[in-house]
């Protein structure tokens, strides 16, 4: 069983976040006061059938701003009855949920005739700090679109858990911006690159062509065997900070060709040692996303 806790700003994808749960097979509930989360959780476990679910709770400023203080003790209670779980906090610049609010025209909760939007998302972002602070995973929506927010979620949370912690890497394009969700971000635009050979160019670094060319590359090479041994080094010092999720972020200009190749060459180097590593490829997600 695993229990995962969706909480963040207003208009920051709450209800994307549970909706790619729900569509990964978890039981999702919405809008559940912080005060009855210990009940809720007591429920699940006098049920023998529940071992074999998985669900999901969303927590809204609207049911929970009277006591997301005691939010940090309801932690503790979850982990002194030995249940998996992950906490997962959703934010985003305040320009960019002015703008989400302004689009659907919808009412931010806390915003009333004394109180102008950007008001009230301050006034949010206070009160939702002790839900931030414990969380497992924060991600930043800013940058996200739909499609973006529903395959995090799928690889980042709704994965089976596993003992240990979890490394995505997530290839990019720097001419697109760096992720906003990256702990560590290396810049493999100094590496030769496939775009300038014709027959390459409209393949990517998950090709054979492609990954033949970069395969006889020294630099290309070197590159890869510094970020595999600057993790091999540090990777048990991150984990003993009790981090459950990091995500290595490599780019390249256009996030087609090196940057992929090297996040598959080293997802198959740590898959050999670690349980639970991913790999997601977002220029080649969002072309996906958009062809369709």
């Given amino acids: 069983m695993h229990l995962v806790i969706v909480s963040g700003l207003s208009g920051s994808g709450k209800s994307t976040a549970l909706n790619a749960l729900e569509d990964a097979g978890y039981n999702c509930i919405d809008n559940l006061p912080v005060s009855l989360l210990p009940a809720l959780v007591a429920q699940i476990q006098v049920h023998k059938d529940a071992e074999n679910q998985n669900f999901a709770i969303g927590i809204d400023i609207r049911d929970a701003w009277q006591d997301l203080g005691i939010f940090p003790q309801m932690v503790h209670t979850l982990k002194d009855a030995h249940l998996p779980f992950t906490v997962v906090f959703l934010d985003a610049e305040t320009k960019k949920i002015v703008q989400r609010f302004s689009e659907t025209r919808r009412k931010h909760p806390l915003s009333d005739k004394h109180r102008h939007l950007n008001e009230a998302i301050n006034t949010e972002h206070q009160l ?15 940058d996200l679109n739909l499609h973006q927010l529903r395959d995090l979620i799928k690889t980042r949370v709704a994965e089976p858990a596993s003992e240990g912690m979890a490394i995505l890497f997530e290839s990019f394009g720097f001419k697109h911006g760096p992720p906003n969700n990256a702990d560590l971000v290396f810049d493999a635009r100094c590496l030769p690159n496939p775009h300038w050979d014709p027959n390459l160019r409209r393949q990517t670094g998950k090709d054979a062509d492609v990954i033949s060319f970069l395969d006889k ?76």
């Fill in 217 to 292: 590359e020294p630099l290309v090479q070197q590159m890869y065997q510094d970020i595999s041994h600057f993790l091999d080094r540090w990777w048990e010092h991150y984990q003993a900070n009790n981090r459950s999720y990091i995500t290595i972020a490599i780019g390249c200009t256009g996030g087609q060709h090196r940057s992929v190749y090297l996040c598959e060459k080293l997802q198959q180097h740590f898959s050999r040692s670690l349980e639970n590593v991913q790999v997601r490829h977002r220029e080649l997600n969002d072309n996906l996303h958009e062809s369709h």
């Fill in 128 to 142: 939702l700090g002790p839900m931030r602070d414990t969380a497992d995973i924060v991600i930043n929506t800013t």
